[in-house]
């Protein structure tokens, strides 16, 4: 998967939504995309780890050891590393306000722009009704998600047999369901208007796993995205321009994975 192009220099780059630890996570592609950029700063906004899982089984294999080593090696080689921890790491909110391994912890952070802008960086979780008012409900919705996630690969390997592309149910629903819409939009309005609130010119968030950059009442609201399927980053360039890079689209990485195991064998 790796060239051997130039690696692409940024001024910034927001990673969020990893979920290291799962089966979801596409590894291989982050894995990709680290190893083919520099950058002076790197936000890592939330749900980097996914503890959730830690708490109920746990899914670890080469890429994400590389991926954490990749991190750790741009920390020390100069970059400038702040995680700001989301709900699924919120554990390590418990060490904001301490540097390990030449990692910043924060619970949210304001970026200067090569322009001289300012943008609110923070998770997101924190505007989400759901997860600050029923946590049940937050948990159980991420069940429902693992079941979409693993009935696209079953769904998938036949798809792939058939001659057919890649086909995702959970961005599918979130794209038709009327409710999920609405709930996305909300989400986006109440960080701009904290933004705004603020007397920032802009909001950096994860959380939602839907990638976005567009004007929002004036300030301009930036998602970038996930790192389970929609594969995305936030970058900025060294003129201050922000750019959303759809690094499995751009790259034309397949999402098929190898044939599904026996769902006991799965869990």
């Not at 936000?43 to 996914?50: A, C, N, P, Q, T």
């Not at 996305?184 to 802009?202: K, M, N, P, V, Y």
């Not at 976005?212 to 321009?241: F, I, K, P, Q």
Request: overall charge neutral.
């Amino acid at each position: 998967m790796h060239t051997t192009e130039p690696k692409r220099r940024y001024r910034t780059v927001f990673l969020s939504d990893l979920h290291l630890g799962t089966r979801g996570c596409r590894s291989d592609f982050l894995l990709d995309f680290l190893t083919r950029i520099e950058c002076e700063r790197l936000f890592l906004v939330g749900d980097i780890v996914d503890g959730w899982r830690l708490r109920k089984s746990w899914y670890w294999d080469a890429n994400h050891d590389e991926v954490i080593r990749l991190l750790l090696r741009a920390a020390r080689n100069g970059t400038e590393v702040t995680y700001i921890p989301g709900n699924h790491d919120e554990m390590l909110r418990d060490w904001l306000g301490m540097e390990i391994a030449g990692v910043r912890l924060v619970d949210e952070a304001v970026h200067v722009g090569a322009d001289g802008r300012r943008y609110l960086v923070i998770h997101g979780d924190q505007f989400d009704g759901v997860i600050r008012y029923a946590k049940f409900l937050a948990h159980l919705g991420d069940w429902a998600y693992d079941w979409a996630l693993l009935f696209n690969t079953w769904f998938n390997a036949a798809r792939r047999r058939l001659g057919y592309p890649y086909w995702s149910l959970s961005q599918w629903l979130k794209r038709q369901v009327k409710e999920a819409v609405k709930a996305i939009d909300r989400f986006e309005t109440a960080l701009a208007q904290e933004a705004r609130r603020r007397g920032l010119d802009g909001v950096v968030c994860g959380h939602i796993h839907h990638a976005e950059m567009r004007m929002v009442n004036g300030v301009l609201y930036m998602n970038d995205g996930d790192w389970v399927e929609s594969c995305t980053a936030l970058v900025e360039h060294a003129d201050g321009r922000f750019e959303l890079v759809d690094w499995a689209r751009e790259n034309r990485l397949s999402f098929f994975r190898a044939e599904p195991r026996p769902l006991a064998a799965a869990a």
